[in-house]
């Protein structure tokens, strides 16, 4: 069966440090990933998104990047955090040709930037 | 541009009441509707979903309607209970490239018992 693994679970990190959180998918193969964040007390906002290794494409200008090095894995990173990074960051993957096409959400990580 | 809108924003009812939560979308080529349940800390999770061929589906206690000429969708749970209690999300299944989806604000639903 297909799985998503997301860690670091909870990160406290300074203002200005760089950060990294990674996503990987088990048991399936090409899926479309995402990132998600949510403020808290708000909804989901597409962050990017990549249809194959080394495709990123990007919903929202900001000090954030991310990466698909391999088919199932998918990092998001930054160089220098800012207070406003703050937030509930979502992978999600779904298998095109999958019925139901829903998004399956990663556990996600709970990142303070203080 | 793409857009979800969903009403009410915060919704409280005694349990074994009735909920619905209403969404409209602005993108005639949306296809593909899904509801999503979060509870407190934790991440979203696929409940139910509609396909633009189909008007109505059910599965126990929820159900969704789907109104295509008009763009909008429901969300019905009936004879609520507190485990419930949840934000729920709308969301609409663009079927871009890259299926994208475009999620509603969200509805926080309190069922009191």
């Known amino acids: 069966s297909q799985t998503i693994h997301q860690w670091p679970a909870t990160l406290v990190q300074p203002v200005g440090s760089p950060l990294s959180l990674e996503c990987t998918v088990e048991?399936?193969?090409?899926?479309?990933l995402y990132w998600y964040r949510q403020a808290a007390g708000r909804g989901l906002q597409l962050l990017f998104y990549?249809?194959?290794?080394?495709?990123i494409s990007s919903e929202v200008p900001q000090n954030l990047s991310a990466s698909r090095p391999q088919d199932r894995q998918f990092i998001l990173s930054s160089k220098k955090l800012l207070l406003s990074d703050s937030g509930f960051y979502l992978c999600?993957?779904?298998?095109?040709?999958?019925?139901?096409?829903?998004?399956?959400f990663g556990s996600g990580t709970r990142l303070t930037v203080v | 541009g793409e857009n979800v809108e969903q009403h009410p924003s915060t919704l409280s009812v005694q349990e074994g009441d009735s909920a619905v939560i209403k969404c409209t979308y602005s993108d005639s080529a949306s296809n593909y509707f899904p509801w999503y349940k979060q509870e407190l800390g934790k991440r979203p999770q696929l409940i139910i979903d509609?396909?633009?061929?189909?008007g109505e589906k059910k599965d126990q206690r929820i159900a969704v309607t789907l109104n295509k000429t008009a763009k909008h969708f429901s969300l019905h749970i009936t004879e609520t209970q507190p485990e419930d209690s949840a934000v729920y999300f709308c969301?609409?299944?663009?079927?871009?490239?890259?299926?994208?989806?475009?999620f509603g604000p969200g509805t926080s639903l309190s069922v009191i018992p």
């Open positions: 969301a609409a299944d663009l079927k871009t490239s890259y299926d994208k989806v475009i």
């Open positions: 509609i396909r633009s061929n189909v």
């Open positions: 990549s249809v194959g290794i080394g495709q």
């Open positions: 999600a993957w779904i298998h095109r040709g999958r019925i139901p096409y829903g998004y399956t």
């Open positions: 048991g399936t193969s090409n899926p479309n």
